[in-house]
T-cell receptor, first 111, second 115 residues
Framework: TQLLEQSPQFLSIQEGENLTVYCNSS?????LQWYRQEPGEGPVLLVT?????EVKKLKRLTFQFGDARKDSSLHITAAQPGDTGLYLCAGAMGNTGKLIFGQGTTLQVKP | KAGVTQTPRYLIKTRGQQVTLSCSPISGHRSVSWYQQTPGQGLQFLFE???????NKGNFPGRFSGRQFSNSRSEMNVSTLELGDSALYLC??????????????FGEGSWLTVV
């Protein structure tokens, strides 16, 4: 069974703080995607990382794919209340459209 | 460019009934996959279709089925509904044959409540 362990599950911080979300697996993924989901809506894609060791930046968000393509992290700098939401990592296995999702991280940023 | 469109957005069904959910992928996308999201289990893969053929199937009972049409639109059906089938059903589409780095986009989902 392929598993993607995401941590922490819940995070409540003050505006301006930094945070990091982790996704770890014993499986190798061909790519890894990060999504953000608002209540009642579908997941919205933030980024796709493909190459081991790859780092991508999206404004205050930094995404990293592990060298062995088994893990990834999302770092948010100076969090804002608008960053509040559910963050999901999802790994793709080989030539398939099937994604393995982590359990999600519910982030609350208090003003 | 329109995103992934799912209908209906909300529906309530009674135990034992069946339901059909519809998904229109992003124009030009040929791969469609379906996921079930519940508070307890998170997002779980149901099945994936490409060029009208099922390519992958998750660990769900045979009551869950789907199909894809020649225009890439897809439907999923759940028969003999159970209370535990209450969930957000998400459809996702991707551009071409699934491959490394192929980005997958989600619709807003169909909320199914079984009473």
């Amino acid at each position: 069974t392929q598993l993607l362990e995401q941590s922490p599950q819940f995070l409540s911080i003050q505006e301006g703080e930094n945070l990091t979300v982790y996704c770890n697996s014993s499986s190798v993924f061909s790519s890894l995607q990060w999504y953000r989901q608002e209540p009642g809506e579908g997941p919205v894609l933030l980024v796709t990382v493909v190459t081991g060791g790859e780092v991508k930046k999206l404004k205050r968000l930094t995404f990293q794919f592990g060298d062995a393509r088994k893990d990834s992290s999302l770092h948010i700098t100076a969090a804002q209340p608008g960053d509040t939401g559910l963050y999901l990592c999802a790994g793709a296995m080989g030539n398939t459209g099937k994604l393995i999702f982590g359990q999600g991280t519910t982030l609350q940023v208090k003003p | 460019k329109a995103g992934v469109t799912q209908t209906p957005r909300y529906l309530i069904k009674t135990r034992g009934q069946q339901v059909t959910l519809s998904c229109s992928p992003i124009s030009g996308h040929r791969s469609v996959s379906w996921y079930q999201q519940t508070p307890g289990q998170g997002l779980q893969f149901l099945f994936e279709y490409f060029s009208e053929t099922q390519r992958n199937k998750g660990n769900f009972p045979g009551r869950f089925s789907g199909r894809q049409f020649s225009n890439s639109r897809s439907e999923m059906n759940v028969s003999t509904l159970e209370l535990g089938d209450s969930a957000l059903y998400l459809c996702a589409s991707s551009l071409a044959e699934p491959s490394s780095g192929n980005t997958i986009y989600f619709g807003e989902g169909s909320w199914l409540t079984v009473v």
